[in-house]
């Protein structure tokens, strides 16, 4: 059997980079492939990863109440991670010791974000030193660097000798374009690719009820993310407080939020977006699962993954829901009440079609 390597960031603290690991390697393995993810470790990376999952407001400081909670949230990662199909540990800056692979995917996630603030010019997720026949991506992007900012030669140089590159954003695709003179594959996140995944591990486990014990009839707004603009979480709770919403924000502290979920795992975070009403976020992935979940949701951009956003909503047809600070308060009551317009919906099942053609081409 063709046996399948997975590169990208699967040990980061944070829901998007799990699910998005978690769902591509057992996407992959539904279809019949011996597929593991590469356990790519550093002293470097893991203490930069810690640190930010105990202090992740910073450069505001951290509750000394929040500690214990931040360190239950790592403390459900390091074990959902250890859970992951692993292959044997090697060194993320010498890969001597990696097994050998028939093909290597690289993403999805920001894996060939340069600026990234402890991946960053990592040679290995640019293909350099992997021990593979065959070399691919899938859903990779850029993340914050933008394409108004060429590409290096040295790095473009080591792109060139993957096979196929596929995409997830408008900004990867002209970094891409330009640096390569090609066009890539444009394809979804794991997470919306593979929806099986998540909706298997929601309906095998406790419901969010349960996990937050005095939520009434699941009736909650979900917001995740942190330091949003003051404009933002204003509206927000103007709106909630008019409509009689509670909002709890899961992961992170928001003090305008009535509850909150800092200690959750990333299953944990899957069942509460499920049940959540609507959601509010600035994080790629808060989008994603309010997708993946069929659920009203309004964003705003942020410095760091405004081009996430923007290529995310316009992607996928729901530009509207990414809202701006002259936005009216009129706006938010027809992001947050609505159901997603059927052609948002359909826009996903067409990328979904697109995306399993890459893949296939790809894995056979």
């Given amino acids: 059997?063709?046996?399948?390597?997975?590169?990208?960031?699967?040990?980061?603290?944070?829901?998007?980079?799990?699910?998005?690991?978690?769902?591509?390697?057992?996407?992959?393995?539904?279809?019949?492939?011996?597929v593991k993810l590469l356990?790519?470790?550093?002293?470097?990376?893991?203490?930069?990863?810690?640190?930010?999952?105990l202090q992740p407001l910073r450069p505001a400081p951290t509750r000394k109440s929040d500690y214990p909670l931040y360190a239950a949230k790592m403390r459900r990662f390091l074990e959902a991670i250890g859970d992951l199909p692993l292959s044997q540990c090697f060194d993320l800056e010498n890969p001597s010791d990696m097994?050998?692979?028939?093909l290597v995917i690289v993403g999805s996630d920001e894996v060939w974000n340069?600026?990234?603030?402890?991946?960053?010019?990592?040679?290995l997720f640019y293909g350099e030193g992997l021990r593979a026949r065959n070399v691919a991506a899938y859903a990779a992007s850029f993340g914050n660097q933008p394409a108004s900012q060429a590409l290096e030669h040295?790095?473009?140089?080591?792109?060139?000798?993957?096979?196929?590159?596929?995409i997830r954003d408008e900004n990867s695709r002209r970094l891409i374009s330009q640096a390569l003179s090609f066009e890539p594959d444009?394809?979804?996140?794991?997470?919306?690719?593979?929806?099986?995944?998540?909706?298997?591990?929601?309906?095998?486990?406790?419901?969010?009820?349960?996990?937050?014990?005095?939520?009434?009839?699941?009736?909650?707004?979900?917001?995740?993310?942190?330091?949003f603009p003051d404009w933002f979480s204003?509206?927000?709770?103007?709106?909630?407080?008019?409509?009689?919403?509670?909002?709890?924000?899961?992961?992170?502290?928001?003090?305008?939020?009535?509850?909150?979920?800092?200690?959750?795992?990333?299953?944990?975070?899957?069942?509460?977006m499920a049940a959540a009403d609507a959601v509010v976020t600035n994080f790629f992935h808060g989008c994603i699962f309010a997708?993946?979940?069929?659920?009203?949701?309004?964003?705003?951009?942020?410095?760091?993954?405004?081009?996430?956003?923007?290529?995310?909503?316009?992607?996928?047809?729901?530009?509207?829901?990414?809202?701006?600070?002259?936005?009216?308060?009129?706006?938010?009551?027809?992001?947050?009440?609505?159901?997603?317009e059927p052609a948002v919906l359909s826009r996903i099942q067409a990328l979904r079609q697109q995306s399993h053609a890459y893949l296939a081409d790809v894995i056979n």
Avoid at 41 to 47: I, Q
Avoid at 192 to 207: D, H
Avoid at 295 to 308: D, G, I, L, T
Wanted: positive net charge.
């Fill in 114 to 123: 340069l600026r990234h603030p402890w991946y960053g010019r990592t040679p």
């Fill in 291 to 340: 997708l993946l979940n069929g659920k009203p949701f309004a964003c705003v951009a942020s410095e760091y993954r405004s081009n996430k956003l923007r290529g995310l909503t316009e992607l996928v047809g729901a530009r509207k829901h990414l809202v701006h600070e002259d936005a009216p308060d009129a706006r938010f009551a027809e992001v947050l009440e609505s159901r997603l």
């Fill in 154 to 166: 040295t790095w473009a140089e080591k792109l060139q000798k993957f096979s196929r590159i596929s």
């Fill in 186 to 227: 444009l394809v979804l996140d794991p997470c919306l690719q593979f929806p099986a995944v998540v909706g298997y591990s929601v309906s095998c486990s406790r419901s969010a009820a349960e996990c937050l014990n005095d939520v009434p009839e699941n009736s909650y707004i979900a917001v995740y993310g942190h330091s």
């Fill in 1 to 34: 059997m063709q046996k399948i390597g997975i590169l990208t960031f699967h040990r980061c603290i944070n829901y998007g980079s799990y699910w998005q690991a978690r769902c591509l390697v057992e996407g992959l393995q539904a279809l019949g492939k011996d």
């Fill in 39 to 53: 356990n790519h470790t550093s002293r470097k990376t893991d203490r930069a990863e810690w640190r930010c999952a």
């Fill in 234 to 272: 204003q509206k927000v709770r103007r709106w909630a407080t008019a409509r009689g919403e509670r909002l709890i924000s899961i992961g992170y502290r928001n003090d305008w939020a009535d509850r909150h979920f800092i200690e959750a795992g990333p299953e944990e975070f899957a069942r509460f």
């Fill in 99 to 102: 097994e050998g692979y028939d």
